[in-house]
């Protein structure tokens, strides 16, 4: 069966700070992957998608990037953290470009202060 | 520009009566929609869902109608019970992309 793990589950970085979110899909090759960010009052926003290993979109310009170093491992990063960035992050994996049934990781919840 | 939206932030029901969610999008592009649900400190988990070749789909306790004209749909929840307390997002699918509402927070007192 395919699961996703995402770490860590919670995180208090300082203003300035990088950051690495690492999410890792078993079970399944070649899966879609997101990034998605929660922010306090807001729905779920599209922060990265990628169909493939190195192949990475942005939805939204901010100070974050993403990488796929390998075709089960999404990562996302910033190099200073500002506290705007401070929310509920999911990782989700999908086969192909269904949408049916996205599968979401248990999040991160990032505290910049 | 929020081409999915849930204008109800918060819902309180009283347990084994019906709740109502609801959702509006804007984009006709949209073909296809669901409904995650999502409890805290945990990620969303697929409900239910409705292809735009339908108006209604149902599984159970969940029922989503599909007004394609109105661009709206609705989540019924039948009878609600206290652990179907939880954050619901609707979303929507289509130009390759999946877009979540704000989502709205169920209460269902016992």
């Known amino acids: 069966s395919q699961t996703i793990h995402q770490w860590p589950a919670t995180l208090v970085q300082p203003v300035g700070s990088p950051l690495s979110l690492e999410c890792t899909v078993e079970?399944?090759?070649?899966?879609?992957l997101y990034w998605y960010r929660q922010a306090a009052g807001r729905g779920l926003q599209l922060l990265f998608y990628?169909?493939?290993?190195?192949?990475i979109s942005s939805e939204v310009p901010q100070n974050l990037s993403a990488s796929r170093p390998q075709d089960r491992q999404f990562i996302l990063s910033s190099k200073k953290l500002l506290l705007s960035d401070s929310g509920f992050y999911l990782c989700?994996?999908?086969?192909?470009?269904?949408?049916?049934?996205?599968?979401f990781g248990s999040g991160t919840r990032l505290t910049v202060v | 520009d929020q081409q999915v939206k849930q204008n109800s932030p918060s819902l309180s029901v009283q347990e084994g009566r019906i709740s109502i969610l609801n959702c509006d999008y804007t984009?006709?592009?949209?073909?296809?929609f669901l409904w995650y649900k999502k409890y805290p400190a945990e990620g969303p988990t697929f409900l239910i869902s409705?292809?735009?070749?339908?108006d209604k789909n149902e599984d159970g306790r969940f029922t989503v109608f599909l007004n394609k004209s109105a661009k709206h749909l609705s989540l019924h929840i039948v009878p609600s019970q206290p652990g179907d307390s939880a954050v619901y997002f609707c979303?929507?699918?289509?130009?390759?992309?999946?877009?979540f509402g704000a989502g709205t927070i169920l209460r269902v007192k016992s």
């Open positions: 989700a994996w999908s086969v192909d470009s269904s949408f049916y049934g996205y599968t």
């Open positions: 079970g399944t090759s070649n899966p879609n």
């Open positions: 990628s169909i493939g290993i190195g192949q």
């Open positions: 984009n006709s592009m949209f073909d296809y």
């Open positions: 409705i292809s735009s070749i339908k």
């Open positions: 979303a929507a699918a289509g130009e390759g992309k999946l877009v």
